[in-house]
């Protein structure tokens, strides 16, 4: 199978109609970031901010997850964050099954064309769909798994943070293993 590029896949966002979403969006939320980044962050959907600008995580969660990156030392611009959804789902409600199922072949595409080495599911939904279904974030965050010769694990959501700042120092936790992950992964 041929390996397309992520210009390809974006245009096959850009043009998709396989979904409802496709007639309530405003921009198609692609992805962002390097293009041959060792470590990719995989959210479930774009909210309101994304869905206007076109670019993952830049709300008020996104503002948080830089700061996480800030803090251990992981440039934004050296990694890719996509979301299984591109379109964002009317009023910020979960991504529907059917949803992700139509959606999750261009993530898989952004996966194989970016080959990260380590993949960070951002929240509970995202680790649902890429590590297992009955995935349970508040006992598995930070816990690494091997999904096709991937490192993968999942922290709590941004947004899930905004809304219970104690789980924070978790956060840190995990992020601090991340990067610990990654320079393991230069040795």
Known sequence: METKTLEEIKRAC????????????????F?????NARLMFIGEAPGQKEDESGIPFVGAAGKLLNKYLDAVGIAREDVYI??????RPPKN????????????????????????KVIVCLGRISAMRIIKPDFKITA????WF????????AVYHPAA??????KKDEM??????????????DA
């Open 14 to 29: 850009e043009a998709c109609e396989k979904c409802e979403l496709c007639k309530t969006r405003t921009n198609v939320v």
């Open 31 to 35: 992805g962002t970031g390097n293009e």
């Open 82 to 87: 996509a979301n299984i959804l591109k379109c």
């Open 93 to 116: 409600r979960d991504p529907l099954p059917a949803e992700e199922d139509m959606c999750i072949d261009y993530l898989r595409d952004q996966v194989l064309a970016i080959r990260p």
């Open 140 to 143: 598995e965050h930070g816990k």
């Open 146 to 153: 091997d999904k096709n010769g991937y490192s993968v694990c």
């Open 161 to 166: 943070l905004l809304r219970d700042p104690r």
């Open 172 to 185: 840190l936790a995990d992020m601090i293993a991340i990067k610990a992950r990654m320079d393991g992964e």
